[in-house]
Antibody
Framework: QVHLQESGPGLVKPSETLSLSCAVSGYSISGGYYWGWIRQPPGKGLEWIGGINHSGSTYYNPSLKSRVSISGDTSTSHFSLNLMSVTAADTAVYYC??????????????WGQGTLVTVSS | EIVLTQSPGTLSLSPGERATLSCRASQSVSSNYLGWYQQKPGLPPRLLIYGASSRATGIPDRFSGSGSGTDFTLTISRLEPEDFAVYFCQQFDSSPPLLTFGPGTKVEIK
């Protein structure tokens, strides 16, 4: 069974960098799927942040591209998110997820439980 | 960028009733790259449908997806108590790679 678990600070100051890690078990991140980050502001909808594939290629939401970087470490089966210059608008529950390719499309088939990150001084 | 809208915003139904949820795209969704998710409070979303009409692993057959182009539907044939939740649609656009979600439909107990 694939299991994902987010970790990182729950509170980040404005203008600083939000850094989260996702530990994957039950499947190797070099095994052929994509791995991604999604966020959800409290009481609101879902926003895809970006993803990384098994060979390390990254893809970002254009609306966040200038502030985001995603990296992976196959030796520890972790992948990470860095979001720079955060503001209160970046307060959200952050999820990591496996991205399943199917028939040319991509869908999130396994999710972590999510971690709330609040941006506040 | 393709924008997804969902209707209604809230659907009030009783257990045993049929639920019909709509997802409309601002442009045609490539090759029906459309998925549906269920989310309950405090939990991550769960994939129900991918490719517009294929059920994900372990999803009961009371959930079905249909549609093409710009209009898609999620149908729950007979609502069970555990089906009351928020439902999101999601599409994939390849140029540039972008995954976007609709705003969601809440299915609540009447």
């Amino acid at each position: 069974q694939v299991h994902l678990q987010e970790s990182g600070p729950g509170l980040v100051k404005p203008s600083e960098t939000l850094s989260l890690s996702c530990a994957v078990s039950g499947y190797s991140i070099s095994g052929g799927y994509y791995w991604g980050w999604i966020r959800q502001p409290p009481g609101k909808g879902l926003e895809w942040i970006g993803g990384i594939n098994h060979s390390g290629s990254t893809y970002y939401n254009p609306s966040l591209k200038s502030r985001v970087s995603i990296s992976g470490d196959t030796s520890t089966s972790h992948f990470s998110l860095n979001l720079m210059s955060v503001t209160a608008a970046d307060t959200a529950v952050y999820y990591c997820a496996r991205i399943m390719p199917a028939g040319g499309g991509y869908y999130f088939d396994y999710w972590g439980q999510g971690t709330l990150v609040t941006v506040s001084s | 960028e393709i924008v997804l809208t969902q209707s209604p915003g809230t659907l009030s139904l009783s257990p045993g009733e049929r639920a019909t949820l709509s997802c409309r795209a601002s442009q045609s969704v490539s090759s029906n790259y459309l998925g549906w998710y269920q989310q309950k409070p405090g939990l991550p979303p769960r994939l129900l449908i991918y490719g517009a009409s294929s059920r994900a692993t372990g999803i009961p057959d009371r959930f079905s997806g249909s549609g093409s182009g710009t209009d898609f539907t999620l149908t729950i044939s007979r609502l069970e108590p555990e089906d009351f939740a928020v439902y999101f649609c999601q599409q994939f656009d390849s140029s540039p790679p972008l995954l976007t979600f609709g705003p969601g439909t809440k299915v609540e107990i009447k």
